[in-house]
């Protein structure tokens, strides 16, 4: 019974607070959240380049022996040009039958030699990659998947990026506060996200060439979009 009674008396306190706590809540502030959009370009300084050679001979072994000379000769070349093993990995590598068509023009089951290639990927300085497209060619190599184009420490033209995009921010809640008729408070919390955008570059077949190789970079652009809060009164 005394038990019952102090579980009772201990429900009518907590009710009788609260409506007591509920006046004495502090409201959430009104807010408004809007988006900017901030961007800083540059020119890259870098170029990943995939490069490697391909061969064929009627025996696997030989099409291997062939195409391990002209890769060797494909790495000296890179070395010559003072870039660092670490700068060079290998992308892939594929040993396939070549099929003899049939009268229809589809590959048979008969086999008439083997196929290797050997690519890797290189990250080589923007000064060096006319020179660098060339003295692989040279060497043997007779392939080039692709290239794309890159900043090696994009950070400072992120921070850029991120204040042009609070900026932007800025600006489009002023236009709504002014539109609204009410004014900016403090900032109630950010949120961004970034990103690097190179511009594409179409992979096409390696040609022997005389001279270093002339290479439109273009610039880089990196992006930043931001997320804020604002307090309104």
Do not use: C, W
């Amino acid at each position: 019974m005394r038990f019952s009674r102090l579980i009772s008396g201990i429900l009518a306190v907590m009710a009788a607070a609260a409506p007591a706590l509920a006046q004495g809540a502090v409201p959430a502030p009104r807010s408004i959240t809007v988006s900017g959009e901030g961007e800083a370009k540059a020119a890259p300084d870098q170029a990943q380049l995939q490069a490697g050679v391909v061969t064929t001979a009627r025996k696997a072994g030989d099409a291997l022996a062939a195409n391990t000379k002209a890769m060797n000769q494909v790495f000296a070349a890179l070395k010559r040009l003072g870039i660092p093993d670490k700068a060079i990995q290998t992308a892939d590598f594929s040993v396939n039958p070549q099929n003899a068509p049939d009268r229809n023009g589809n590959a048979s089951q008969q086999i008439t030699g083997y196929q290797v290639s050997n690519q890797v990927v290189v990250t080589v300085e923007m000064a060096k990659l006319g020179a660098a497209l060339d003295a692989l060619v040279a060497s043997g190599a007779n392939n080039l998947g692709g290239m794309t184009f890159s900043i090696h420490d994009p950070k400072p033209l992120l921070a850029q990026a991120r204040a042009a995009a609070m900026k932007d921010a800025g600006q489009r809640a002023e236009t709504y506060a002014a539109a609204g008729g009410f004014k900016l408070g403090p900032i109630l919390a950010v949120t961004e996200s970034g990103s690097e955008t190179p511009p594409p570059f179409a992979p096409r077949p390696m040609m022997r060439m005389a001279a270093a190789v002339p290479v439109a970079s273009g610039e880089n652009t990196i992006g930043a979009t931001v997320t804020v809060t604002y307090e309104i009164r």
